[in-house]
């Protein structure tokens, strides 16, 4: 990394950007949720600008996403989003980026919305040709469809065992709703995945969808057994160098707030572009 870089700077055009294709992957894989249960109960609804989604019962995909930069929702919009989640048995959750209009969140505090957590949005410039790192006996490849169930089981087992560096994560959920949910991301929403190899074994997987000029690094891990071998270094930079070539300006990540995690990709030349409040209402 070069110690002269600029850090990259997030201003609300930005930020906009970044909200709009959040919101999208989140309406993707909400989609694809609800196409394997139709007769579940779900839902996708345009709200100011965003998305309120409810997948199904545990999804990470429950949520508010992208708020904040289409005007502010009015009294009856939120009204029918809150009795939608209701009607689910589900908690509302916005996600919403501290870049963005600061009347929603007095409008949502103001409607009983507890903040519970925060969440870090971290960016890099995509420039050039990314410099592939490949450490000695490492590999990263795309993920054929016979290799699909033992990347899924790298990357899941990942969710396993966070960070316990910085704060806690504010949720958990169990594996088979965290498998559905990335499965729904690679065969709905788009997302490539991509196998890490060492010495010819699977030792890792990481996943990347790429959108408006935007790389969003959707995930990254490594088996216990093979870290501090480089394989997330060689990850990352596979996914760097391919967001090049599919012409994105910006590759963004989100992490926990003081995380072994954000400190990684900070090191990678990653900067802190805003955070995210995690405001809650209860059913």
């Not at 289409?70 to 209701?86: N, Q, T, V, W």
């Not at 490849?141 to 990942?158: I, M, N, P, Q």
């Not at 270094?233 to 599919?246: I, N």
Request: charged share 25%; aromatic share 6%; net charge negative.
């Amino acid at each position: 990394m070069n110690a002269d870089r600029s850090p990259l700077f997030c201003d609300t055009a930005l930020a906009e950007r970044i909200e709009r294709v959040e919101a999208q992957l989140v309406a993707r894989a909400s989609q694809a949720a609800r196409g394997r249960r139709p007769e579940a109960a779900g839902f996708v609804i345009p709200l100011a600008g965003g998305v309120a989604s409810f997948a199904e019962q545990d999804s990470p995909f429950n949520k508010v996403a992208g708020l904040g930069f289409g005007g502010i929702p009015d009294s009856a919009a939120l009204d029918e989003m809150e009795r939608a989640f209701a009607a689910c048995g589900a908690p509302v959750q916005v996600e919403l980026a501290h870049l963005g209009d600061p009347a929603i969140g007095v409008l949502l505090t103001e409607r009983s919305y507890r903040l519970v957590s925060f969440e870090n949005v971290l960016g890099r410039a995509v420039t050039g040709e990314p410099e592939r790192v490949m450490p000695p006996g490492v590999e990263v490849r795309r993920s054929g469809e016979e290799e699909f169930d033992a990347w899924l089981d790298v990357v899941v087992d990942a969710f396993s065992h966070p960070d316990t560096e910085g704060l806690p994560q504010h949720e958990e959920f169990p594996r088979e709703a965290i498998e559905r949910a990335e499965r729904d991301l690679v065969t709905a929403a788009r997302v490539r995945a991509y196998l890490g190899l060492l010495d010819a074994g699977i030792a890792g997987g990481a996943s990347m969808r790429t959108a408006d000029g935007v790389a969003q690094l959707t995930g990254a891990a490594t088996a216990p057994a093979h870290r501090r071998r480089g394989v997330q270094t060689a990850l990352l930079s596979a996914r760097l160098a391919e967001a090049a070539a599919a012409g994105c300006d910006i590759a963004v990540v989100t992490t926990q707030p003081g995380s072994k995690s954000q400190q990684n990709v900070q090191r990678r030349g990653f900067d802190l572009l805003y955070t995210r409040a995690v405001l809650v209402k209860q059913p």
